[in-house]
């Protein structure tokens, strides 16, 4: 089964500080929603910016015993 899930950043600003989420969401709207329902964007503490992405390199995980 294919996975249709499409992949967005955003990107939390607080002068001179900033945080990064990365994660996938349905739709552009689903992840504008979840960005702007984040507490620290809802209280006015960081503004955010969206940014769809795709991954680039994928490493599988190894397992070691």
Do not use: H
């Not at 939390?12 to 990365?22: C, Q």
């Not at 992405?53 to 190894?62: E, F, G, Q």
Request: net charge negative; glycine share 4%; no cysteine.
């Amino acid at each position: 089964m294919l996975n249709l899930k499409q992949q967005f950043i955003y990107i939390l600003k607080l002068i001179p500080a900033f945080g990064v989420v990365i994660f996938e969401a349905d739709s552009e709207e689903e992840a504008r929603f979840l960005m702007e329902t984040d507490p620290a964007v809802e209280e006015g503490i960081m503004t955010a910016e969206l940014f769809p992405y795709r991954v680039a390199l994928w490493r599988a995980k190894t397992l070691t015993s």
